[in-house]
């Protein structure tokens, strides 16, 4: 099939290089003109295992192509048209929708021949009958909406993309699925057909209910160091219950990055418009703003005289196995320890070129980071992190 993704960061990217490598013939369109020059050197914009061979792949099998959007949208729409723009979060905790409000009126504007728009970004609720109502409804050619929530986790997108646990479709009339149906037919994954707003429910519902594990998760954790428990153990109990299982029930410093924080906090707001109070949503917000800043109140306990100490931050990334620093737990614990006066090393074996708050400086390695340091944070569960822990304590 022919296809156009448009977008081409974490979930716009690895829509087209799977789709490419699935046989269709994919063009992926994004604004930003050095990316795009990037992809077509084969180089990515983002850390994501497996994905240059990928680019690669498609580039050398003459499916994959990248462009901006230059050549103007007319020319750009396929029978599938996918929209995978940012959607963050704007100051009142809403979706900031205007990248894709620019999108679709875009593409509306733009077309002469009837095709399927697929909606991949997350949107608030209801956005898919207001873009319907508002810009497809007037297009001079017929644009069918489908709303196709992705759920890929950064780190493991490519595998995800593949093993999938559900394909979510949600259209106004279920014949308009019939496209989305031969675009995934390799995909061995149960498909979930809806109307549009359980289809955009369903993304926002999933992201709380895990966000919803982990801050119970640190409850239990804050609960087991008051009472004397250990919270591996309790997890552990806890997870075994197939009810429960043992996934999203790891303790530590709260969630972060670029969809749990936005996307509760979102979840939050299309409740709040729609007169509903969803307190549990909120506690669970609350309890991961507060967790994310134990570390620093417990080293304050530990070390009165902080502000003449070196702490060693290690790892920016918000989880393992990615570049992405999107609300990453270490942005929130640096300026706190600065605050404090504390001096701050930190290293991260990925992101490396983020920008630091004004006083902290970067380490080219886990060493350089821990040398001379009172304490260590450990900001993102890297997998050598306990060794280098370890090796610095025999040191
Ligand atoms: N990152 C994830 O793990 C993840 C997982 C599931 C869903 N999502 C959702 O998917 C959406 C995209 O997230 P992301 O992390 O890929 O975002 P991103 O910021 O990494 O990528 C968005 C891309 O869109 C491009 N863009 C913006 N406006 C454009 C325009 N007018 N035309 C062409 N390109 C344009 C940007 O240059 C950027 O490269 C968001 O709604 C997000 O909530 C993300």
């Keep these: 099939m022919q296809v156009t993704v448009i977008g081409a960061g974490y979930v716009g990217l690895v ?50 192509t990248f462009t901006t959007p230059d050549p103007g949208w007319a020319s750009l729409i396929s029978e599938i048209t996918i929209v995978a723009v940012g959607t963050p ?6 979706a900031d929708l205007s990248q894709v409000r620019e999108v679709v009126r875009a593409l509306s504007q733009a077309a002469t021949r009837p095709f399927t728009l697929v909606m991949k970004s997350t949107v608030a609720v209801g ?5 319907i109502e508002r810009y497809l409804s007037r297009a001079a050619a017929e644009i069918r909406y489908v709303s196709n929530p992705e759920f890929l986790r950064e780190g493991r997108a490519l595998d995800d993309w593949y093993a999938t646990d559900r394909i979510v479709l949600g259209a106004a009339d279920p014949a308009d699925l019939a496209p989305l149906r031969e675009l995934y037919a390799d995909i061995d994954a149960p498909v979930l ?19 919803t594990k982990i801050s119970f998760i640190n409850e239990i954790a804050n609960l087991c160091d008051a009472v004397g428990a250990d919270i591996d153990d309790v997890a ?18 709260g969630y972060g990055g670029s969809c749990f924080p936005k996307d509760t906090r979102a979840l939050e707001f299309i409740a709040a418009i729609n007169g509903y109070q969803f307190s549990l949503l909120k506690a669970v917000i609350d309890v991961n703003n507060r967790q994310r800043l134990l570390p620093v109140i417990r080293l304050a306990r530990a070390l009165p005289d902080l502000d003449r100490r070196k702490v060693a931050v290690l790892g920016l990334a918000f989880k393992p196995q990615t570049d992405d620093v999107r609300e990453a737990p270490a942005f929130d614990i640096m300026p706190l320890l600065l605050e404090e006066g504390a001096e701050v ?12 708050p004004a006083g902290a400086t970067r ?12 304490a260590a944070i450990i900001t993102t569960e890297w997998p050598s992190s306990a060794s280098w822990i370890g090796s610095a304590c025999a040191a």
């Design 193 to 211: 057909e809806t109307d549009i707003a359980s289809a955009e429910t369903i993304k926002y519902a999933s992201n709380a209910f895990l966000s």
């Design 127 to 131: 956005t898919g009958a207001a873009l």
């Design 345 to 356: 090393a930190a290293y991260d074996p990925l992101a490396r070129a983020v920008p630091l």
């Design 89 to 94: 979060m704007a100051d009142n905790g809403a």
């Design 15 to 64: 829509a087209a290089v799977c789709l490419a490598r699935s046989g269709h013939s994919v063009t992926c369109v994004d604004i930003d003109p050095s990316r795009v020059a990037g992809l077509n050197a084969g180089v990515s914009p983002i850390h994501e295992p497996g994905i240059e061979a990928l680019i690669a792949e498609g580039l050398a099998s003459g499916r994959l």
């Design 236 to 253: 552990r109990g806890i997870g075994l219950d197939v009810r429960i299982s043992p996934h999203f029930l790891h303790a530590g410093i």
């Design 363 to 374: 380490r080219d390695t886990v060493w350089e980071a821990l040398e001379g340091a009172s």
